[in-house]
Nanobody, 129 residues
């Protein structure tokens, strides 16, 4: 069973930046797609960004152009660079690993929470205005 641990959250002013990291421990880390999701208070968890094993990258419209997802399979690390942060970005951020071992992945697949078998515990990001 893969284990994922997020870090890097915190409090930042609007317009600032944060970099989230997710450390994986499973042997399949480099063989599956990975994603970032977030859940704001009173809202459902939503897709933020996803990256396939083959390097395909997808973003939600709300973060496109401001966030950058990347992965280092050798270090079993998933990252999310967040720039130009807004108060609406305040949420708990979760990294997740899909269950299917595949080279390619569609946006629909990565945006669907049901595609993911392992989740981290989450890290809080708070953006003040």
């Amino acid at each position: 069973q893969a284990q994922l641990v997020e870090s890097g959250g915190g409090l930042v002013q609007a317009g600032g930046s944060l970099r989230l990291s997710c450390a994986g421990s499973g042997r399949t880390f480099g063989e599956t797609a990975m994603g970032w999701f977030r859940q704001a208070p009173g809202k459902e968890r939503e897709f933020v960004a996803g990256i396939s094993r083959g390097g395909e990258i997808y973003y939600s419209d709300s973060v496109k152009g401001r966030f950058t997802i990347s992965r280092d399979n050798a270090k079993k690390t998933l990252s999310l660079q967040m720039n130009s942060l807004k108060p609406d970005d305040t949420a708990i951020y979760y990294c997740a690993q899909t269950s299917r071992i595949a080279f390619f992945a569609s946006r629909d697949h990565l945006a669907d929470q049901r595609s993911y078998a392992a989740w981290g515990q989450g890290t809080q990001v708070t953006v003040s205005s």
